[in-house]
C-alpha cells in the first residue's frame, strides 16, 4: 500500500507559502502529520486537563462558531476560560489550513471546535457508533450532497500518551470493495426520510452512498482485521490534518485531544475530481447529487 501518512517537519501553526505535494496528498485523501506542532496550555488552564470537565450527558465538549460553550460540566467562570483556550484551538487550526491550503479559504464553512477529554478506550458503544472501527466518515442526519469534511487533531495529552490510530487504504480501493454489497437507492424513501425529520434535507444518493460505505466497513469485521492499514500513534504536542470523509480511519486509544473541522465545497478543491463524490460519481457511471 502506498504511503498515508506524509511527515511535515513544520513547527509553526502558520505556513509560509503552500506545498503542492501536501496539496495533493491531502487531496488524496492521505494524513499530513505535524509531529511538533503543539498546542500551548497557559498555567490556568491546566485544570482542564481531567475528564470530570466534561458532562457525562455528552460525548464531547464543543464550542460553536458563536463562542457558544456546549457539554462542561463547569461553574461559568470555568467556562469562559475553557471557551477561551477551545477559542484559541480553533484560531490556531484556521490559520493553519488557510496557510496550508489558501484556495480554500473564501469557500470554508467552520464547524464546531471540540475538546475530548475522555479516553477511547473505555467508550461502550454500539458498533455501527464506534469509531475504533475502520471507517469513513459519514452522518446518517445530515445530507451533505458531497460537502467535504476536513479536520484538525491535536494531541494534547499531558501524560506522554499517544492518539492511537489505524489508517486503512485510498479511499477509491475501499469504494470498489464495498460498493457491490449497497442496496439500492430510494428517492421515496428518502422523501420519507425528510417528511419525518430523520433527516434535515433529502438524502442524495451520493449520501446514501457514504452511509452504505461508513456502516459496510464497520460491520465487516474479516476487513478491520484483513484490509491493508498501518497504526500510526500521534504523539503530545502533534497536529495531523485528513479528509474525514475520504481517509479510511479507526482511534484505537488515546485521551485529551482537540479537534476542528471544516466543511468545504468539493468543486472548492484544488483537484475536485479527486473527492468521493467525484470517484463515486466515476465509479456509479451516473450522476448521485
Not at 462542561?72 to 467556562?79: H, P
Not at 469504494?175 to 428518502?190: G, T
Not at 419525518?196 to 476487513?223: F, G, P, W
Not at 482511534?251 to 468543486?267: A, I, N, R
Amino acid at each position: 500500500m502506498e504511503q498515508q501518512i506524509i511527515n511535515i517537519p513544520h513547527h509553526e501553526w502558520h505556513i509560509g507559502a503552500p506545498n503542492n505535494a501536501w496539496i495533493s496528498a491531502l487531496e488524496a485523501g492521505k494524513v499530513l502529520h505535524f509531529p511538533q506542532l503543539p498546542f500551548e496550555f497557559e498555567a490556568q488552564e491546566r485544570a482542564f486537563l481531567a475528564p470530570e470537565v466534561r458532562d457525562p450527558k455528552v460525548r464531547n465538549i464543543s464550542l460553536d462558531a458563536a463562542g457558544k460553550l456546549k457539554g462542561a460540566a463547569l461553574d461559568e467562570a470555568q467556562q469562559a476560560r475553557l471557551a477561551a483556550m477551545i477559542g484559541r484551538f480553533r484560531q490556531q487550526a484556521t490559520t493553519l489550513i488557510t496557510g496550508l491550503l489558501p484556495a480554500y479559504a473564501s469557500a470554508l464553512r467552520t464547524a464546531p471546535t471540540s475538546y475530548r477529554p475522555s479516553r477511547v478506550e473505555t467508550r461502550t458503544q454500539s458498533w455501527r457508533a464506534d469509531d475504533r472501527r475502520l471507517h469513513v466518515d459519514a452522518f446518517p442526519s445530515r445530507p451533505n450532497y458531497g460537502e467535504r469534511i476536513l479536520r484538525v487533531f491535536a494531541n494534547v495529552n499531558p501524560q506522554d500518551q499517544p492518539r492511537v490510530w489505524r489508517v486503512g487504504e485510498p479511499f477509491d480501493m475501499v469504494a470498489q470493495h464495498f460498493m457491490p454489497r449497497f442496496k439500492h437507492y430510494s428517492r421515496f424513501q428518502a422523501q420519507m426520510l425528510k417528511a419525518l425529520h430523520v433527516t434535515k434535507s433529502l438524502r442524495s444518493e451520493y449520501d446514501h452512498m457514504m452511509l452504505q460505505l461508513h456502516d459496510a466497513m464497520k460491520k465487516d469485521m474479516d476487513y478491520q482485521q484483513d484490509a491493508q492499514q498501518v497504526t500510526m500513534p500521534f504523539a503530545p504536542g502533534s497536529v495531523w490534518v485528513c479528509f474525514s470523509d475520504q481517509t479510511s480511519h479507526a482511534v484505537m486509544s488515546g485521551q485529551y485531544m482537540m479537534e476542528q473541522t471544516f466543511h468545504l465545497p468539493p468543486e472548492a478543491q484544488y483537484d475536485p475530481g479527486a473527492s468521493p463524490l467525484a470517484i463515486l460519481t466515476r465509479l456509479s457511471g451516473r450522476k448521485l447529487v
